[in-house]
C-alpha cells in the first residue's frame, strides 16, 4: 500500500491536471478559462496548507463530497441514495444544515486546504441557498452531481455569475438507456439544458453510471463525441454500485474494469481536448478505496461524517465538531488501521459489501465514546 504523502502527492496532482484539462478545453471561453486560471493560484495555496499538515502528521484531503439535500425529484432504477434512505420524495428538511452552516463547512475546508467540493444529493438543485453559499468561496470548485432537469433560467445566472459552480450531468447512454433509468423525457430535457449551459458558455461535464449494461455503449467514441458536440468538457465514469441481489449482475468485475482501463486510455487519446476520469477507477494505484478521509469523506444532508456516500455510517456531525476533528472521527480510523479500504470487492464500493464490518466498528466506537 502506498504511503500516506505518496497518496497525497497523487492526488494533488490529479486535482492541478483536472483543472490544467478543463482550461485547455475552454481556451476559446475567456470568462471561463480567466476563473480557472485563477484557480491554478488558490490550488497552490491549498497544496502548500495540505503539505504543512503532513508534517505535522495530520492528513488533509484535497476533495470532499457534500450531499446538501435528501430530496430529488426523480425516481432513477437502482438510486442507491434511495436504497439507504438518504434520499426521498418528502424527506425531513427540519435536521438538515441551514445554508449558513454549510457556508461555514465550506469556510473550515478552505482553511484546511480542500479544494474540491463535490455537491451531490437528493438533487443539489433543490437547494438554491447552498449553491448561493458555495458561490461566495471562489477559491473552492465545486462540480454540482446533478439530474439536470431542474437548471433553469434563473440558476443560469447564478451560474454564469459564480465560475466556480459546475454542473455535472447525470446520462445513462443514448435516449433509450437513460429514460429507461431516469424516467421518460429525461434524456430530452438533459439535451436541452446542455445547450442552455453551452449557449451561456458556461463550463459543464456529464457523469456516467456504468454497468454491464450500458458499459460498451458509453464508451464508444460516438457516444463521447455527442457528448463534445453538445458541450460538456468532462466525462466523469462511476462504477455501479449494486443495492440488491437482483442488480448484482450489473456490478462491474475485474474483467469490466481491465475493459475501462484500456477503453479510457483510447478515448483519452482520441479526445485529448477533453477531461476524462473514473471512479473509483484503479484503486490499486493509489493502495486501495480513497474513502474515510484518506482522500476524501462524505457529509451527509443532516451534517453527519461518513465514510463516502455508499457507506452512509458516521460516529460524528459537523454540527458539533469542527471539520478538522470529523476527519479524526475513531470510525474513520478504525477503517483505515484495519485495511478495510483496501479488500477486493466486486462493483463500485468496497465498503458498501463490508456494510456489516462497518456496522460492527460503529457500534463498538459508539460503545467506546459511552
Known sequence: MKKQSDLEEYLS??????????IGASFRN???????????MDHKQAEKKRKQAETTGEHIPPFLIASITEQC????????????????????????????QWSDVFSQAEELGVEFILLAGGEPFVRKDVLEAAGEHPSLLFPIFTNGTMIDGEYLC???????????????????TTDARRGAGVYQ??????????????IFGASVTVTKANRDEVFAAAFIRSLQTAGAKAVIYVEFVPMNEADRYLASDDADRDFMRNAMD?????????VLIAFPGDEKTSGGCLAAGRGFFHINARGGAEPCPFSP????????TSLRNALR????????DGGNLSKEHIGGCVLFEQRAQVEALLKKETACKA
Open 13 to 22: 496532482n490529479g486535482t492541478m491536471q483536472i483543472v490544467q484539462g478543463i
Open 189 to 202: 430535457k438533459l439535451v436541452d439544458t446542455m445547450d442552455f449551459l453551452k449557449k451561456k458558455g458556461i
Open 266 to 274: 483510447s478515448c483519452r487519446k482520441e479526445f485529448e481536448n477533453m
Open 73 to 100: 425529484n426523480l425516481h432513477c432504477k437502482g438510486c442507491y441514495a434511495r436504497a439507504v434512505q438518504g434520499c426521498g420524495d418528502a424527506c425531513s428538511v427540519s435536521k438538515a444544515l441551514t445554508g449558513a
Open 329 to 336: 472521527s475513531p470510525l474513520f480510523q478504525a477503517l483505515s
Open 313 to 320: 455510517y458516521s460516529d460524528t456531525n459537523v454540527i458539533e
Open 30 to 40: 475567456p470568462k471561463a478559462s480567466l476563473f480557472m486560471a485563477r484557480h491554478g
Open 158 to 176: 447564478l451560474l454564469d455569475e459564480r465560475r466556480n459552480l459546475l454542473p455535472v450531468l447525470s446520462i445513462e447512454g443514448n435516449r433509450e
